[in-house]
């Protein structure tokens, strides 16, 4: 993602943007997406368990602070993991990254 968007963030750094607002963005567009795909996750296990529990004759039983902690996780996993990408565009140089084709 960063290095698709190398212009754009340059041009971002370039008018003025912060190092942080930058981070930021990014690390939110990570959070974003993974909590998103944990939505869906969520989403298709209760389908599914509920489906499941009928085929089987057996209750469904719905934890809701296990499907908490599991979306909690899925965010907490776009933080860490959008870091890294997040930092190397917060610091590039925006002269380096206009020029970047």
Do not use: K, M
Not at 7 to 13: A, D, N, P, S, W
Not at 22 to 42: D, P
Not at 52 to 65: E, Y
């Amino acid at each position: 993602s960063v290095t698709e968007r190398t212009r754009e963030i340059g041009t971002r750094l370039a008018i003025g943007a912060l190092e942080r607002e930058v981070l930021l963005q990014f690390l939110v567009e990570s959070v974003v997406i993974s909590s998103l795909g944990g939505l869906i996750g969520i989403v298709l296990a209760l389908l599914t368990a509920t489906w499941l529990a009928g085929v089987l004759q057996v209750p469904f039983v719905f934890n809701a602070p296990i499907v908490l902690i599991g979306f909690a996780f899925s965010a907490a996993v776009g933080v860490i993991f959008g870091y890294v990408p997040a930092r190397r565009a917060a610091s590039l140089d925006p002269i380096e990254a206009l020029r970047h084709e």
